[in-house]
């Protein structure tokens, strides 16, 4: 059973606009949150996390919000580069516990 | 240094073959991890070492044997592989058990 869901497989969008990836989980219990940035051939690297007491956290142009209630978090790029075109995973856990990743959303930015 | 090393990127084997993959970091972590990804799927967890223990084996076949020779070095020791074992094959490491974890770029393994 996905206890992490990335809904969209696919995102395009322009360059210097606002990219939204989005991520749904199925347990209450998550309480750390990461996103990761993949490239082909490489493996995942980390972006930036955020724990259960805040509900946004922000490093250069990316954010990332998290809805509690909603059992949602959401990654903002802002502005959009063609080197940000990669597959974005979030990953979810309970703290001192295994990490869930979703399926992924692949991003391509437009040039 | 800041990365997780990963050797080779690239292997090919037989099903009788017997080879290793090998992971290395040296940012005094202490905890590392091996992850099995197939394409367009996330990663999935295969084992957790932690202070140089094995503390999670997630019910993955004898065929795969992991090796913590000390707390800079993973290794995973494959034998008699099935062609649905390949996979790109992660390595990660955290500075204690499921802190945030960094990956290595991996080891693409073809397995004919």
């Known amino acids: 059973d996905q206890q992490v869901k990335q809904n969209s497989p696919s995102l395009s969008v322009q360059e210097g606009r606002i990219s939204i990836l989005n991520c749904d989980y199925t347990n209450s219990m998550f309480d750390y949150f990461l996103w990761y940035k993949k490239y082909p051939a490489e493996g995942p690297t980390f972006l930036i996390s955020i724990s259960s007491i805040k509900d946004k956290n922000e490093d250069g142009r990316f954010t990332v919000f998290l809805n509690k209630s909603a059992k949602h978090l959401s990654l903002h790029i802002v502005p959009s580069q063609p080197g940000d075109s990669a597959v974005y995973f979030c990953a979810a856990s309970k703290s001192g516990n295994q990490f869930y990743f979703g399926t992924g959303t692949s991003l391509t930015v437009i040039p | ?112």
């Open chain 2, 1 to 112: 240094d800041t990365e997780v090393t990963q050797t080779p990127k690239h292997l090919v084997m037989g099903m009788t073959n017997k080879k290793s993959l090998k992971c290395e970091q040296h940012m005094g972590h202490r905890a590392m991890y091996w992850y099995k990804q197939k394409a367009k799927k996330p990663p999935e967890l295969m084992f957790v070492y932690s202070y140089e223990k094995l503390s999670i084996n997630e019910s993955v076949p004898s065929r795969f044997s992991p090796e913590c020779p000390n707390s800079s070095l993973l290794n995973l020791h494959l034998h008699a592989l099935q062609p649905e074992d390949s996979a790109l094959y992660l390595c990660a490491s955290s500075p204690g058990p499921w802190d945030t974890q960094y990956f290595g770029p991996g080891t693409r393994l073809t397995v004919l």
